[in-house]
């Protein structure tokens, strides 16, 4: 499971901004390399989304299956907070639907009996209804 601990705005390339969920897993112990001490942490990772500001506002706290992994990407710079110093790292944390461990579990339901009189689309990025 991951948490939706809060959402932050971003801004595309031509100018216009959209919101992205921050997740948030489950608490985890890591052995630190320096002080072969325990510590607890957690990872996280930003999820887009198609929700207006009032409804990522609403979104924290909620909990969602799935959880954070590691990804392979193009190396880039880090800079630790902490210390300042500047690392370069190959991965990032991403959101996966599925639980570490376990199969996909999203099941498809597929019902003939629906017919609709009205047909949804969106040109514009907005939910938009249309008659048939």
């Known amino acids: 499971m991951v948490t939706i601990i809060n959402y932050k705005q971003r801004?595309?390339?031509?100018?216009s901004t959209f919101y992205v969920l921050e997740v948030q897993g489950g608490i985890e112990m890591v052995m630190s390399q320096t002080t072969n001490q325990f510590?607890?942490?957690s990872k996280k990772a930003?999820?887009?989304s198609t929700f207006d500001e009032l409804t990522c506002q609403a979104l924290i706290g909620t909990q969602m299956q799935g959880s954070i992994v590691k990804q392979e990407c193009e190396p880039y710079e880090y800079t630790v907070k902490d210390t300042g110093e500047v690392i370069i790292l190959?991965?990032?944390?991403?959101?996966?639907l599925n639980e570490p461990g376990k199969e996909n579990t999203?099941?498809?339901?597929?019902?003939?009996?629906?017919?609709s009189e009205?047909?949804?689309f969106s040109r514009n990025g907005k939910h938009v209804l249309a008659e048939v």
């Open 11 to 15: 801004q595309k390339e031509d100018g």
């Open 46 to 48: 930003s999820i887009t």
């Open 90 to 96: 190959h991965h990032r944390f991403a959101y996966s």
């Open 39 to 41: 510590y607890a942490t």
């Open 118 to 120: 009205i047909e949804s």
């Open 106 to 115: 999203v099941k498809q339901h597929v019902s003939n009996s629906f017919a």
